[in-house]
């Protein structure tokens, strides 16, 4: 077999490769095999039939079309080896020319991972981390949420204030017509909250129950809703019920009822305990981060379309997740950010952060042969085994993590986990 290697592009390569007789032979060998299980001849049984009795009695133009089709996959399959090229699809053949039983000629063109130049990764000098600190404020702020959570509602006759909790009725009308998502019945609102548009919870106090008012608003320009962005609404407002949200000091009492502790001085440690892992692993993340970033200005890799584009494809399907969590549709997402069209979001928002994951994700990969890192059998199952009792009550959930796709998946994972911790670890001494 002979190969000439033409480098289209740092992410595109043809092969043009050569067969000659002895390899065409043993292709022609395979076909005759896999043709002769369904050949009928005189004197012999179906599939019984002789390999020269079989190639006597098949069609010439059937067993040339099936050697050249076996000979084609085998060969491309050695040359993409042999030429060391990780093809990112199906190769592109295209015959060149073919004389049955002599030669055979033709191309294969693919994507490729391009050729990936490391930087010097063991000299990134990241920035300097500042110390730790859990400020009393933070600690606070959890315990504050922590009582109120635990804390008492006493209905009350007197006119509503802040920190209360009132049930309401409420009808929102735009140009004397009620909109969509405007209207609801003994509601729930904690006032002082900021749940509604401003101005809202502002109009519910100092009114008592059984009172019915207008409260008139004006809608943020910049609210989800195009349609009542900046717009003038009246809401017509009915209280009916008031509550004080009466919140406990914290106590050892109320510390033990929280959780298991004996204390409110332990609760008070575990917060500051629980804020500064927090930090720490957030510190971490972003230490991981910005030797990434550095790495990939140091390295040089080209990112192929078809990896960057289905890295885009990924930053839609989670960005319109969540948008669908907040109740905003893609199209008006678009129009709150002043952008035309899906291609206007790609270039503005999506293009560069898909290219640069496509870029780590080489990179790593890389760092990962260039430092000869592995991930041994008993760590993938210790992984795979964790996974499964995070999803011990979803049992077709824990199920996925038996086939062979998602082990691979979870495998490179693994394997990306210890080659950015070896990172961290080389610019960390």
């Known amino acids: 077999m002979k190969i000439k290697r033409q480098q289209l592009s740092s992410t595109k390569v043809k092969l ?67 030429e060391n090229i990780q093809a990112l699809e199906r190769p592109q053949v295209e015959m060149v020319s073919f004389v049955p039983g002599q030669e055979l000629k033709f191309t294969a063109e693919a994507l490729m991972i391009p050729e990936i130049k490391l930087g010097d990764y063991k000299k990134l000098k990241p920035a300097k981390r500042p110390a730790i600190k859990v400020e009393q404020k933070e600690v606070d702020e959890i315990i504050e949420r922590i009582l109120q959570q635990m804390a008492e509602k006493k209905p009350v006759k007197r006119a509503a204030k802040d920190g209360d909790e009132v049930t309401i009725d409420f009808v929102g009308k735009k140009d004397g017509k009620a909109f969509d998502g405007g209207t609801a019945k003994d509601y729930q ?32 320009k910049d609210y989800h809703a195009k349609n009542l962005a900046g717009a003038k609404v009246v809401f017509e407002v009915k209280l009916n019920k008031i509550q004080e949200v009466v919140t406990p000091k914290l106590t050892d009492e109320i510390a033990a009822k ?25 510190q971490q993340d972003g ?23 289905d890295q885009i494809r990924s930053i839609e399907q989670d960005l319109t997740q969540n948008l669908m969590y907040r109740g905003i549709s893609f199209e008006d997402y678009l129009k709150q950010r002043d952008l035309k069209d899906r291609d206007a979001w790609v270039k503005a928002e999506a293009r560069q952060l898909a290219e640069d994951r496509v870029k780590s994700g080489l990179i790593i990969g890389e760092l990962t042969k260039a430092e000869k890192i592995t991930a041994t059998n008993q760590e993938l199952e210790a992984q795979i085994a ?20 998602v082990q691979r998946e979870i495998a490179n994972r693994l394997l990306s986990e210890k080659t950015i911790d070896r990172l961290v670890e080389l610019n960390t001494k």
């Open 258 to 282: 929280a959780g298991d502790y004996t204390s409110a001085d332990e609760l008070t440690s575990d917060i500051k305990s629980e804020i500064k892992r927090r930090k720490q692993a957030e």
């Open 16 to 82: 043009t490769i050569e067969l000659d007789k002895a390899w065409l032979d043993d292709a022609e060998k395979v076909a005759l095999t896999k043709l002769k299980k369904d050949l009928k001849a005189p004197g012999f049984r179906k599939g019984k039939v002789p390999v020269a009795v079989a190639k006597k009695q098949l069609d010439p133009n059937l067993l040339a079309q099936e050697t050249a089709e076996n000979a084609i996959s085998k060969a491309v399959a050695k040359a993409f080896t042999d």
């Open 189 to 220: 609102l904690v006032l002082g909250s900021k749940s509604f548009i401003p101005g809202f919870e502002e109009a519910v106090v100092g009114h008592k129950v059984g009172d019915k008012f207008d409260a008139k608003l004006t809608f943020p």
């Open 287 to 309: 230490l991981k981060d910005e030797l990434i970033k550095k790495l990939i200005e140091k390295s040089q890799v080209d990112a192929p379309e078809i990896l960057v584009e």
């Open 386 to 405: 964790e996974f499964k009792k995070q999803y011990a009550s979803q049992p077709e959930m824990a199920k996925r993590f038996d086939e062979p796709e």
